[in-house]
């Protein structure tokens, strides 16, 4: 964009704040319906606070659980969950102070997971037509990243909004996969995973924009249900797209839908297992 330089722009709203005040509490624009300070002197948000602790308890189960198809496909699959550990950490820093450096951490820890996401799983069957392999389309997915993530320290109050565009995307790239005639297993798994981002943006949607009749009745803790489902939406979410690119780009490995801790409930973290032989095969 000619004419704009970012860093001077960068720098003036670093003027303007104060490089300490990016860092004080409630120097974000963002503020969520739970009432601030009313658990504690030190915590803004509280509950929003606390419930990020799903991420410390989901991420490490399914580091463990996806490692045998990681091995195989490839490695870099672990910097889902790696980086949502990340994000949890993120996300309890920003409630706890609601700070614009906390926000800013939370939203760019959510925008590089999307990025990894769509590099390690977006079907191949669906990229642009200059795009020839996975490598350059991980190229073309690490620069737009980059973009976006400069324009987001530009106008930070937007960044949920781009972000949850991006998840739009993403379910609607699931529900073409899951019409090209998958078993029903997969297919139930699918449901569950669209069902629960309906829920969970429906939390994040109705906190937002209808606080005031939730202050009304005195429950402001959709968002800290948002953050419980939203980390299991991604445990379904990653689970189906492994699922769905071990079935097209490593068929010999036979891959078989699970669920943890009991694979009878059908209910639970869903994982992969390879039921054929291994070749631990690296690349994509």
């Not at 926000?103 to 925008?111: F, K, P, T, V």
């Not at 943890?260 to 209910?267: F, H, R």
Request: with cysteine; glycine share 4%; aromatic share 16%.
């Amino acid at each position: 964009m000619e004419g704009i330089n970012f860093y001077q722009i960068l720098h003036t709203r670093l003027h303007d704040t104060g490089m300490a005040g990016v860092f004080s509490y409630e120097s974000s624009e963002v503020d969520w319906c739970e009432g601030n300070y009313r658990h504690s002197e030190t915590v803004v948000e509280y509950f929003n606070t606390v419930s990020n602790i799903i991420f410390f308890v989901v991420a490490p189960i399914m580091l463990y659980l996806l490692h045998p198809y990681a091995r195989e496909r490839n490695l870099a699959v672990h910097l889902v969950w790696i980086m949502m550990i990340f994000v949890g950490l993120f996300s309890m820093y920003f409630h706890m102070t609601l700070s614009l450096m906390g926000q800013l951490l939370d939203e760019l820890s959510i925008l590089w997971v999307l990025a990894i996401g769509y590099s390690l799983w977006f079907p191949r069957r669906h990229f642009p037509f200059f795009v020839k392999d996975r490598s350059s389309f991980s190229h073309m997915v690490l620069v737009i990243t980059v973009i976006t993530t400069v324009f987001s320290l530009i106008k930070p109050v937007a960044n949920a909004y781009a972000l949850n565009c991006f998840a739009i995307h993403i379910v609607y790239s699931v529900a073409v996969e899951i019409r090209s005639g998958l078993d029903s297993r997969v297919l139930r798994l699918a449901c569950q995973a669209i069902g629960l981002w309906v829920m969970a943006i429906s939390c994040w949607i109705s906190d937002r924009f209808g606080c005031s009749f939730w202050q009304k009745i005195n429950f402001c803790y959709l968002h800290a249900i948002w953050h419980i489902l939203i980390v299991l939406t991604t445990a379904y979410v990653s689970t189906l797209l492994a699922y769905l690119d071990a079935h097209y780009e490593i068929p010999y490995s036979q891959p078989e839908l699970k669920y943890w801790p009991c694979d009878n409930w059908a209910l639970g973290l869903p994982y992969i297992v390879l039921k054929g032989p291994i070749k631990t095969k690296k690349g994509c």
